[in-house]
């Protein structure tokens, strides 16, 4: 009866332990569900709810002919997916399969701990996709996780609580945290991102694009992720002004608009009048060139990494690399300029090109409404008027254009976008013969009044045109503010009516001062983090050790302040360790003593002895009184150490002094 209470507990510790190691893993999978393709993320997902239900059913784990032909119809659509089993697609794709089947192949302690060291690896992978706070919090409960499974399979008795088990994992994890701590700040930093690979130039991120089609900015600003953050060193200019230059494209298909050829600035063809508005921005990553400021800057930004940066003709900034890190700059920029004001006419082909055959109702209505007015200024305010009256209509489902993208939208579907606006003014205008050009980038923002940031989203991406007039220069003509002026003076929602269940909700929150004011701590935390812990880079590692007193520090120097800093925390971690060692109690004190002097007539206790053990051992090594004495004393503190002694202790404890006394 006793051996099979024992199996039947068994069995249930197993099932315990088992389930623990599943949730652990399945937190450590989680991340990883975001990137992956779908079958990985379904083939997981049965994976797993295959092995709980084995546990809770107690059944078999399947056999390996089982096994062979899933993991091998698994490889064979990864090769489908990646054409290859390298890189760092392929490879996470394939680790994050193989945790998940090698849960299936648990016979022996040796599997269970190449699981768990599985996991720990593909924890660290979660890091090239994503380096949020939220990530990083799941990273360290999923540690704590894993070592409370860990802890779990030690044990070979009783198992203790859930609770208990998971205390003592999340103590380890947090006695490791001191050193974790220590090893960021002083640990030798290396230029570049530390979560990144070789092939990561060519990943996408969102952002603007180098060509703007019809429809491609509508989809960009359904994202509310943040494209910049700005600091400025005095309050920000009014709505109508927060116009962020990014892209010039002046080359035109009859479909796409590109950027055209381009040169370096020439500072003598721009003037600037007034008080610069400096801005300290820092730029999230998007796998472009492009830089974005407030229009316009007349010199390129200032750099607190060293990324090389140049300036185009067409007041552009651009860094020489593609932007994989967040990057922080400083840069002027004054809303009072003229830009190419004393150019060439016939220097600007490129701003009045007009593809052949292409739009001929636009072109036709464009030079007979420029015969109409007298100068370019009427015709400009004669375009404007036209949006203005004909009943345009401001969305973000437009319907469907024809090769002659312009004709269908001025005169049959009038509803769009800002691109579809911006692209159809600088066709009038080209065909009335006046030089324009397209500009995407960003317009708004808002505020954030917890960290004093201006934050500026992807969903304030945004597409205006350039007009080019003689004395005058470049000038800024917004055609959607035509159509929705509220799309300049206030913002994105105000002017596209609520559509929906999610647009229903958006509106709602938009007037909650509650979650706006949790949206923008969410917003000035991520801010911190992004600054303190994702960009502590090299330059922030030298600032840090100046402040404390180390100056040039080379990475020799560094490799010894990390170990002494870390050997100092240790100590300092193992101390109260060391001084909450239980304190022997009092009869051991004097068993001890006893020992000790056996061991002084040549008969010392071996450690593997108990008292009765070691008492017989003495028994052929003393003379008979002598070991008569010794068996008193031993007697008495097997009786109270062990026995159901029923004096105090205090009595106990003088009587084995006097026989201990007796033993001399």
Known sequence: ???????????????SNTLLLMVACISVLLPHFWHVNLWVSIACTLTLGWRIWLTLTGRRLPSMW???????????????????????????????????????????RRDLFVVLFLAFFLLLTSYFYQQTIGVALLSLCSVGLLLSAQISFQYTGILPPLRQRLSAGFSMLGLALPLMLCAFFLFPRIQGPLWGL??????????LSNSMTPGGISNLVLSEEIAFRVKFDQAPPTKNLQYWR?????????????????YQQDTGQLRVTGKPLRQ???????????????????????????TDSLMSNASELRSRTPLQQRVRYEVESYPDFRLDAQADLQDMASELSLPVGVNPRTQAYARELRQQQGSHQAYIQAVLQHFRQQNFIYTLEPARLGRDAIDDFLFSTRAGFCEHYASAFVVLMRAAGIPARIVTGYQGGNLNTVDGYFEVRQSDAHA????????????????????APERVMQNLSRALPASGLAG??????QGNSFSQALRMQWDAMNNNWN????????????????????KDVDWVQMTWILFLSGSLVLGVISLPLLLNKPATPALDRVYFSFCHRMAGKALPREPHEGPQAYLARLQARLAPEEWQRAKAFIDFYSLCSYGNHAGSDAAALKQLKQLLSACK
């Open 246 to 262: 990014g892209i010039v494209m002046t080359d035109y298909d009859g479909k796409s608009w590109t950027p055209g050829r381009r």
């Open 1 to 15: 009866m006793k051996n099979e209470v024992l199996h039947e507990h068994h069995i249930s510790a197993d099932k």
């Open 198 to 207: 070789p092939g990561d130039a060519g990943q996408g991120r969102s952002g």
């Open 464 to 483: 205006w045109a350039e007009v080019w007039l003689s004395g005058q220069g470049w000038t800024r003509v917004d055609p959607t503010a035509a159509v």
């Open 66 to 108: 089982l096994l062979l032909p899933a993991c091998l119809l698994m490889m064979a659509g990864i090769f489908l997916s990646f054409r290859t089993f390298f890189g760092k697609e392929a490879g996470v794709t394939m680790l994050v399969l193989l945790l998940a089947c090698k849960l299936l192949e648990m016979y022996a």
């Open 280 to 306: 300290l921005i820092i730029l999230e990553p998007h796998s472009q060139h492009w830089l974005f400021a407030l229009e316009l800057s007349h010199r390129t930004p200032r750099f607190t990494d060293g």
């Open 531 to 550: 600054q303190w812990v994702l960009n502590y880079n090299q330059q922030g590692q030298q600032s840090l050790l100046s402040k404390l007193g180390w």
């Open 504 to 509: 229903l909700v958006n509106l709602a929150l």
